[in-house]
């Protein structure tokens, strides 16, 4: 797979290191970029599976090199390649960081970059091993003629903590000096966005649960995957005060990253083969659901989410 170029279009976007005006009123890019969860994904950004390995970086991979769980690399490029299969079988065009063999976190594209519809957020990894992502995937922006629209300099923070409710309103969460995002990063962030018009609310959360992407995630315009049982009651109410519905999903399958979904719109959703209550509350209400094994990569500390950026999102 290599990285597709953009449409011949008259609306092309260019690359800028810098796209964002200081005090708001940014300008929204042409063809790229992504204003909710929710819309419509015609192209999604993946990490590369060929260096992967598990490390200690999370709850999840220390508990599963903790219990023994054997890593088996072939069976990772398997159901990684059983994951693009399904994106590519919704419509969803596949382009891949710049792949680097001393990242070999690299396939978790969600954390080293953010996409906004003013362009991408270069974020600012909390782990040593993972910082080198941050350089691949400005390449890889640069590439795909994509603006960046700043650089989070404050403090570290990683994509999965930031997550855009709907257009204009997001969710931003932080862990602290023992996470990996920190509150100082989160208010970065929060005073770019808020000058840009936007709603915001930060919340703290418990590194155990490393982003806050999995416990909360959108699934269709006023419908959200929520485990109510680990996410703050101030984001709970927050949620319901915007008349999002929320399914519940039981805190044992978040451990197994079943909150940890994508949406591709129109009612359709990508999820693991794992998330057993998931599926069975989207297919009563008439989802379309690709379910691709990934136990091999989600025991290493990250899910499907955690594996994708949204590159572009079409509203219906």
Avoid at 110 to 138: L, V
Wanted: glycine share 8%.
């Amino acid at each position: 797979m290599n990285i597709h170029s953009q449409n011949n279009t008259k609306d092309k976007d260019s690359f800028l290191l810098k796209a964002r005006k200081n005090g708001g009123g940014t300008s929204a890019l042409k063809y790229w970029g992504s204003a909710c969860e929710y819309d419509t994904l015609t192209d999604v950004l993946l990490g590369p599976i060929e260096n992967f390995e598990w490390l200690k970086t999370s709850s999840v991979s220390k508990k599963s090199i903790r219990r023994g769980v054997k890593f088996d690399q072939k069976v990772a490029v398997e159901q990684y390649t059983e994951m693009v299969s399904a994106y590519e079988s919704a419509g969803v065009k596949v382009h891949l960081l710049e792949s680097d063999p001393e990242l070999p976190y690299q396939v978790f594209a969600r954390d080293s970059s953010i996409m906004t519809p003013y362009g991408a957020i270069i974020t600012n990894m909390a782990q040593s091993w993972r910082r080198g992502e941050n350089f691949r995937a400005i390449e890889t922006y640069e590439q795909l003629n994509i603006p960046i629209y700043d650089f989070i300099t404050a403090g570290t923070f990683e994509g999965g903590d930031f997550n855009i409710i709907e257009p204009g309103c997001a969710l931003i969460g932080w862990e602290g000096s023992e996470g990996r995002s920190e509150e100082i990063a989160a208010l970065q962030l929060k005073k770019w966005f808020e000058a840009e018009g936007w709603e915001i609310l930060t919340i703290d959360i418990d590194p155990f649960y490393v982003h806050i992407d999995l416990m909360v995630v959108m699934l269709a315009k006023k419908l959200a995957a929520v485990c109510l049982e680990t996410t703050d009651p101030l984001v709970l109410n927050w949620l319901k005060s915007k008349k999002i519905k929320l399914i519940p999903v039981p805190f044992s399958e978040t451990l197994e990253l079943g909150c940890n979904v994508v949406s591709l719109g129109n009612d359709s959703v990508i999820l693991p083969e794992s998330a057993t209550t998931l599926r069975k509350v989207l297919n009563a209400e008439g989802f379309t659901i690709y379910d691709p094994r990934i136990d091999m990569i989600t025991q290493g500390g990250g899910g499907l989410h955690c594996m994708c950026q949204s590159l572009r999102r079409v509203p219906l």
